[in-house]
């Protein structure tokens, strides 16, 4: 059986996938076509059915539950592993808190980044989407005043002449006392409940080889990362992919709901009557 496959060119996907779409573990049948695209890409994909199973935002889901069911593996959540809000200026931070105009960049309005920007900043309503990679490269041109960056930028943009503002990890974390929800795998709601099961599975076998068999997929995790050096590749890899990306379990799936639930009470995505995992 062949299935579409979406999911970040970032070192922690291909990490996750490299055993699962080389074969180096069993599929159970299960073939997959992929697609490389960012995570707010992935997001719009999902909102239009456009792939079987994908990567997206936990935001994301909100918008795409009605179609997509959240599998137990292969999902990012963890502590100390949230979006960072840097600036070029330092002085701008006083600013924050007076409903200022000031110019946001942000990797995708979907993404649970922005997300948790608005939760911690409401005031800043003036963000510019922006493909993630390139909001480092914005800032030091000026473009904009803040940027909302995520992934391997959170190693690289000290290297620019850029200062943290906040970590809005940390922010969520002592705010709900749970592992933040970055990214999860998702899977169509009309496909049979057996692909479902086999499909968690196999990708949870994939997790397993990887973490069994670190280095066998250098080559292809290097192939697309951004000009990263194999440590940082490894401190990203060390940061997204954790035992949450095997199973949820009931830490994993009460941080989900906690995520959801805020969302709710805010009215800030629609309400669902949806289970939101695989059963």
């Known amino acids: 059986m062949k299935l579409s496959l979406g999911f970040s060119p970032c070192p ?3 990490f996750i996938f490299d055993a699962l779409i080389h074969h180096k573990i069993d599929t159970e ?3 997959f076509e992929v697609s490389y695209e960012d995570v707010e890409t992935l997001n719009h994909k999902a909102f239009q059915g456009e792939l079987d199973i994908t990567k ?5 889901y909100a918008y795409a539950v009605e179609n997509y069911v959240l ?3 292969g999902s990012a959540l963890g502590f100390g592993v949230g979006p960072l809000l840097i600036c070029q200026r330092p002085e701008l931070v006083a600013q924050l808190s007076a409903g200022s105009d000031l110019k946001v960049g942000i990797p995708g ?6 997300f948790l920007l608005g939760l911690a900043f409401p005031e800043l309503k003036n963000k510019q989407e922006l493909v993630f990679s390139s909001i480092e490269q914005a800032l030091v041109d000026g473009n ?6 995520i992934h391997e930028n959170r190693f690289t943009y ?3 002449g850029l200062y943290k503002v906040i970590d809005l990890g940390d922010y969520w974390e002592k705010m709900a006392s749970a592992p933040i929800p970055l990214g999860g795998i998702v899977a169509k709601r009309q496909l049979p409940d057996e692909v479902k099961h086999r499909i968690d599975k196999v990708i949870r076998r994939s997790v397993e080889y990887a973490f069994a068999n670190p280095k066998s997929g250098i080559e292809f995790i290097r192939s697309h990362a951004q000009e990263m050096s194999e440590d ?3 401190k990203h890899i060390e940061l997204y992919v954790n035992r949450f990306s095997i199973s949820l379990g009931v830490e994993g799936r009460a941080a989900i709901l906690t995520l959801f639930n805020k969302a709710w009470e805010l009215g800030v995505v629609p309400r669902t009557t949806k289970d939101l995992f695989l059963s």
């Open 71 to 73: 599998l137990d593996a």
């Open 56 to 60: 997206l935002s936990y935001h994301a």
């Open 158 to 160: 000290q290297d620019k």
């Open 232 to 234: 940082v590749m490894y």
């Open 12 to 14: 922690n996907d291909t």
């Open 29 to 31: 049948g299960l073939e």
């Open 109 to 114: 309005k979907y993404t649970t980044a922005n």
């Open 144 to 149: 904009i005043d803040l940027g909302l960056i």
